[in-house]
């Protein structure tokens, strides 16, 4: 029989055990392949004598943007740092999302309000629109923006924007609401690991790399 | 058989006044505006009684104990002022053969006119052998029932949607009353089992103003518009972000939320959280349980009455299947570099080749 909920038991289903599946395969394949991959023997002299730490201090350093070009991203980086704050506040905050995750890896921690989390969505929903449209019409972040970095936006996006209206019964019955958002947020994991947003996992390793070479070399990170 | 609903009233030793006011009271219980009693008033005072044959197939019969348990309007009430019941094999007091000529005189002379209230679903499997009946299938049986009614009232999840007879692995072949018949306006009141004002008012409804609006599912929107979540009094907690862990913690004994332990409020259409149960004693959540769902398709086989809403509902083996999928990426992961690599070594060898081999001709002046 065809119900109204056969969405969303799909979505809970086999759609969530897919995403799952293409997510860990996806990222270990990328992970593992970036590490294993063979570097260039660096034939110079070490220039420090620990110069991991120096990779790990890349990591924060990278964090804010230097002096120099301060003026000009500054503002830019903080519009992407709201949205990235809030984003981590709605994906972690809101107990259905922590059930879920507790579902799947045992992990668990408290709620916060649904008030709290419609707010951070709406925030980083507002941060998205701007940061395309910052991308959208900067000369150089344009010609450097290509099909993942679109398509990525709207993956985020979506699950976002649905979620929201999902919460406000908006534009549909909740439980198709909650399905289109549990498929759209099912279909930003499994695109993950091959686009640009594996940068989720793999910023801190490519951070870690470059300034351990940089600091074996003396060079500040 | 012609006589009116009002006429009946009168004939019980009630007033018209007493009729005037079931009519309010039914009227505010379907949440009408007040005209709309008056208009009941009108439509009633001029109806005959209506001849409603009940029909039970594989069910339990909690639908027709909480049908009998109806305050406003009760279960006597209806059927001494309101529906003739000619056929209700637990109700009445004949049996047998006697009882099964009673409704066949009862359908044909209200052939193409009586309402058809069907509990339970239908099992099609081994030739519809599982539910069989003085000698008739049941799939038979309401194929030919539903020829003569005027609207059947598919009473309780079973019925409805298949329910416990059709939960995995539905062993009987159980199917819904909309599956057997589809040339006859269908009124799905679901629920294991429907609130009882909700079947009589449906059938109430039915008679003063025709087919209600109905959702997707087919249920009445006076009774199914909005989900439980919507209208629970524990909304603002979850809404704040408080809610019991266990059956047994602080959250529990306050009141809070129990989206954490399986509450299907969200998802679930019904009445329970405003008409509630029992004259409107109380309902599941204020008793301190999740929502089970019931009146929604398939409720059995939703992944657990105690899994949250969010949680997954398949039950494979997370961690062997994800650990799996984290081997099998490293592997391919590791073939990836390895072919990456080999690929660097050949083309350092070929650059090493070229740096060492003697320039070619036309590059051989000096620079
Ligand atoms: S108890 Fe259930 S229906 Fe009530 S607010 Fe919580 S989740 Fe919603």
Redesign the interface.
């Given at each position: 029989?065809s119900?109204?909920?056969d969405l969303?038991?799909f979505a809970?289903?086999?759609a969530?055990?897919a995403a799952?599946?293409?997510l860990?395969?996806?990222?270990?394949?990328?992970?593992?392949?970036?590490?294993?991959?063979?570097r260039p023997r660096d034939l110079s002299e070490p220039r420090v004598r620990h110069a991991w730490l120096g990779g790990i201090r890349t990591i924060f350093t990278r964090m804010w943007p230097r002096r120099e070009f301060r003026p000009r991203i500054l503002h830019w980086e903080a519009v992407s740092y709201v949205f990235h704050f809030s984003l981590a506040l709605v994906i972690l905050g809101l107990?259905?999302?922590i059930?879920?995750i507790?579902?799947?890896t045992g992990l668990s921690w408290?709620?916060?309000?649904?008030?709290v989390i419609t707010f951070a969505a709406g925030v980083a929903l507002i941060s998205l629109l701007a940061l395309l449209a910052h991308r959208a019409t900067h000369p150089v972040l344009r010609q450097i923006s290509n099909f993942d970095d679109y398509f990525s936006w709207l993956l985020v996006f979506t699950p976002l924007l649905t979620g929201l209206m999902a919460y406000y019964?908006l534009g549909g019955r909740?439980?198709d609401l909650?399905a289109v958002h549990?498929l759209s947020a099912e279909l930003l994991l499994a695109w993950l690991p091959f686009s640009k947003l594996a940068h989720t996992v793999l910023f801190l390793f490519s951070r870690g790399v470059t300034g351990t070479i940089y600091s074996r070399r003396g060079a500040q990170t | 058989m012609d006589e009116t609903i009002l006429d009946a009233f009168r004939k019980n030793g009630l007033s018209r006044r007493a009729f005037l006011k079931f009519c309010a009271a039914t009227a505010s219980l379907l949440a009408l505006p007040p005209a709309a009693a008056a208009a009941m008033a009108e439509k009633l005072a001029t109806t005959l009684r209506p001849t409603v044959i009940y029909l039970s197939y594989q069910e339990c019969t909690g639908c027709l104990e909480s049908m009998t348990r109806s305050f406003s309007p009760t279960i006597e009430h209806l059927m001494f002022n309101n529906i003739s019941l000619a056929f209700n094999d637990t109700l009445q007091a004949a049996a047998g053969e006697a009882a099964e000529a009673a409704r066949k005189e009862a359908m044909r002379k209200a052939w193409g006119k009586y309402i058809l209230i069907v509990d339970g679903a239908v099992p099609m499997g081994a030739g519809g052998a599982y539910c069989v009946a003085a000698g008739q299938s049941a799939v038979d049986d309401l194929r030919h029932a539903a020829q003569g009614a005027a609207a059947i009232i598919a009473v309780g999840t079973c019925a409805a949607?298949?329910g416990v007879p059709?939960a995995a692995p539905n062993p009987t072949g159980a199917?819904?009353v909309s599956?057997v018949v589809r040339d006859r306006p269908i009124i799905n009141v679901s629920g294991c089992p429907p609130i009882p004002e909700v079947m009589t008012g449906v059938v109430v409804y039915y008679l003063s103003f025709g087919m209600p609006a109905l959702d997707?599912?087919g249920r009445p929107l006076t009774f199914y518009g909005n989900?439980i979540?919507?209208r629970c009094y524990r909304r603002p907690f979850?809404?704040?972000?408080r809610?019991a862990h266990t059956f047994d913690d602080e959250g529990a004994r306050n009141g809070w939320c129990l989206?954490?332990l399986g509450c299907k409020g969200?998802?679930t259409y019904n009445a329970c959280a405003t008409l509630k149960w029992n004259q409107g004693t109380s309902f599941p959540i204020q008793s301190g349980h999740g929502c089970l769902g019931c009146s929604?398709?398939?409720f059995w086989d939703?992944?657990g009455f105690y899994?949250?809403?969010?949680?997954?509902?398949?039950h494979?083996p997370?961690g062997e299947?994800?650990g799996g999928?984290?081997?099998?990426?490293?592997v391919?992961?590791?073939g990836?570099?390895?072919l990456?690599?080999s690929r660097?070594?050949a083309a350092a060898a070929k650059s090493a080749k070229e740096v060492n081999s003697p320039p070619p001709k036309e590059d051989s002046h000096e620079h």
């Open positions: 029989m119900t109204e909920t969303l038991d809970r289903g086999p969530l055990e799952l599946i293409i860990v395969f996806g990222m270990f394949w990328r992970l593992v392949g970036v590490l294993v991959l063979r107990l259905p999302h059930l879920l507790r579902d799947i408290p709620g916060l309000p649904t008030g019964h909740y439980e909650l549990m | 949607f298949g059709y199917v819904p599956e997707r599912q989900t979540h919507d979850y809404d704040e972000g809610f989206y954490e969200p998802v929604e398709p398939d939703k992944g899994r949250p809403l969010p949680a997954a509902t398949g494979w997370r299947v994800l999928a984290a081997l099998g990426g490293a391919v992961g590791v990836a570099a390895a990456a690599r660097q070594q």
